[in-house]
């Protein structure tokens, strides 16, 4: 199956800083890519949906000024946390549709982004 | 609106057959998805529905009712790995994925 990537796995960072994380899909071209969150024992939820070359989607209650997102090129989206605090520790994971089949999601690895 | 319902937790023996079932509400529908979640990872695929009727897949099989907006994951012969979460999700019609809150399972020897 398809390859999807995230950089970095893990980062603990101080309150206040900015984190930015890196998806990738490395064996097809993604022309849509989605980001989650995952809080300890609960489901994903889904943050925002972002096609190439347009501003991204972002669900009810997330912050679009808060949670950039960036998704550049057909392979890349980046999701850059602004000004981290202790709340927004969590799992996020990226998830990414090739253009040719609409049914399937490749999941990321995830990144857990601990905020001290 | 729109709704996933699936257990939360549920316990099976090592060896035995367990039926994870999963209602969904959408707004169009473009398939069903069941993924497994191990404990600090991302989500895996296992099997996509559409059609009515039960896709078997080696230990594990998943079936669908459109009509009754029901499908249920089936796992035999369960094994210690196959303690997880397990994720029921529907694609709806602008095809994003709907998703209900995991079923845990635990596997006890």
């Known amino acids: 199956g398809a390859v999807v990537s995230q950089h970095p796995s893990w980062v603990i960072c101080k309150s206040g800083t900015s984190v930015k994380i890196e998806c990738r899909s490395l064996?097809?071209?993604?022309?849509?890519m989605f980001w989650y969150r995952q809080f300890p024992k609960q489901s994903l939820m889904l943050m925002a949906t972002?096609?190439?070359?347009?501003?991204?989607?972002?669900e009810q209650g997330v912050e679009k000024d808060k949670f950039l997102i960036n998704h550049a090129s057909l392979t890349l989206s980046t999701l850059t946390v602004t000004s981290a605090h202790p709340e927004d520790s969590s799992f996020y994971i990226c998830?990414?549709?090739?253009?040719?089949?609409?049914?399937?999601?490749?999941f990321g690895p995830g990144t857990r982004l601990t905020v001290l | 609106g729109q709704n996933i319902d699936q257990p939360t937790e549920m316990t099976a023996t090592e060896g035995a057959i367990v039926q994870i079932n999963c209602t969904y509400q959408?707004?169009?529908?473009?398939?069903l998805f069941w993924y497994q979640q191990h404990a600090g990872e991302a989500p895996t695929f296992l099997s996509y529905?559409?059609l009515d009727g039960l896709e078997e897949k080696g230990r594990f099989s998943s079936f669908l009712s459109r009509s009754k907006g029901y499908s249920y994951l089936l796992l035999k012969e369960l094994q210690m790995k196959d303690s997880a979460s397990y994720l029921c999700?529907?694609?709806?019609?602008?095809?994003?994925?709907?998703w209900g809150a995991g079923t845990k399972l635990i596997i006890k020897p």
């Open positions: 959408t707004s169009g529908f473009n398939g």
């Open positions: 972002s096609n190439e070359g347009s501003k991204a989607t972002y």
């Open positions: 529905n559409v």
């Open positions: 998830s990414a549709r090739d253009f040719s089949d609409y049914n399937e999601q490749f």
């Open positions: 064996d097809f071209q993604a022309t849509t």
């Open positions: 999700a529907a694609m709806d019609s602008n095809y994003q994925l709907i």
